[in-house]
């Protein structure tokens, strides 16, 4: 249990193009997920809060009209880098808290993350 | 704010032996979760122990296990009989213990682990 998966699993895309990224949980309801940035041998730096139905809410420095973020179902949130960049290239992840368990085990449940090219 | 520091970047291991990864953070709260993740070369995270702040007893898991030190924040992960699978990034990772969604977790810069044979 507790699957959450991403698409696509890699994308190379041309400069001034936008490339959109889906985070599904499988197997449960999660009306709150996460997306990070990952650089090569770093840490994760959380991007912004998604939460089902209501606006996402980014951290500081994140630009929110580059990165937009919609939480449409409490399965699915999709980020959206608009008129990308080579500086955009990165690893993407998302995790999702599952509603029935989060609240006892506060785990967040990750994707295998999406790499993405900016040429 | 939350801060967590994981000050070896890299570190190395024969295979079989033990290894103890570091981890101290700081926070003024009370009640807290932290998180040892593991990333290996597929890049996906993997919980690998939980310990909740208010839990005297350090969590264990198989062959790994914690030494949890609440007064000094300090938070180490000691793998036993180490194996070539558990090379990897390792993020230690805090979280709040707030009954709300939208809890974050807050990760250190990771420590690289090879097993070597």
């Known amino acids: 249990g507790a699957v959450v998966s991403q698409h696509p699993s890699w994308v190379i895309c041309k400069s001034g193009t936008s490339v959109k990224i889906e985070c599904r949980s499988l197997d449960f309801q999660a009306t709150t997920m996460f997306w990070y940035r990952q650089f090569p041998k770093q840490s994760l730096m959380l991007m912004a809060t998604?939460?089902?139905?209501?606006?996402?809410?980014?951290e500081q420095g994140v630009e929110k009209d580059k990165f937009l973020i919609n939480h449409a179902s409490l399965t699915l949130s999709t980020l959206t880098v608009t008129s990308a960049h080579p500086e955009d290239s990165s690893f993407y992840i998302c995790?999702?808290?599952?509603?029935?368990?989060?609240?006892?085990?506060?785990?967040?449940?990750f994707g295998p993350g999406t790499r993405l090219t900016v040429l | 704010a939350q801060t967590v520091t994981q000050s070896q970047p890299e570190m190395s291991v024969q295979e079989a032996e033990t290894v103890t990864l570091s981890c101290t953070y700081d926070t003024s709260e009370n009640n807290y979760y932290l998180f040892w993740y593991k990333q290996p070369p597929s890049r996906q995270m993997i919980l690998v122990i939980r310990q909740e702040a208010y839990k005297q007893q350090n969590a264990t898991e198989n062959r790994f296990s914690v030494n949890f030190q609440k007064a000094a924040k300090s938070f180490s992960l000691k793998i036993s009989d180490s194996q070539l699978g558990d090379t990897a990034m390792y993020f230690c990772a805090f979280m709040k213990h707030v009954v709300e969604y939208g809890n974050k977790l807050v990760f250190g810069a990771g420590t690289i682990l090879r097993v070597k044979s």
């Open positions: 998604s939460n089902e139905g209501s606006k996402a809410t980014y």
């Open positions: 995790s999702a808290r599952d509603d029935v368990t989060a609240p006892k085990y506060n785990e967040q449940f």
